[in-house]
């Protein structure tokens, strides 16, 4: 089955911006809470927003005190060729599904 893009439904991975972080040596990590599914390292995410969408990659998780990144979660995405400038609060952060 062909991939696609899952905007919201109940299984696919979903998360609302918080805040954007530069980390030197690491790049741009993304806060926010799962609002619904499970992200992965290298998944290909879509962030949209009032200012228009892009595409990036899960390059690693960060989640605090807890294994797994599943909703309600408060997790740090990192992620590929962005820049802090790109992202503000409450831009919807969109996984791929199966």
Known sequence: MAEKWMPGGPAGPRMTVEAAFLVTGRG?????????????????????????SFDSTVRAIDIFCRQ????????????????KEQFEAGQQIVGWID
């Open 68 to 83: 797994g990144a599943r909703k309600n979660n408060r997790i740090g995405l990192l992620l590929t060729g962005v820049r």
């Open 28 to 52: 741009v990590i993304v806060a926010g809470t799962i609002d619904s599914g499970e992200f992965r390292p290298g998944q290909t995410v879509r962030v949209s927003g009032p200012g228009g």
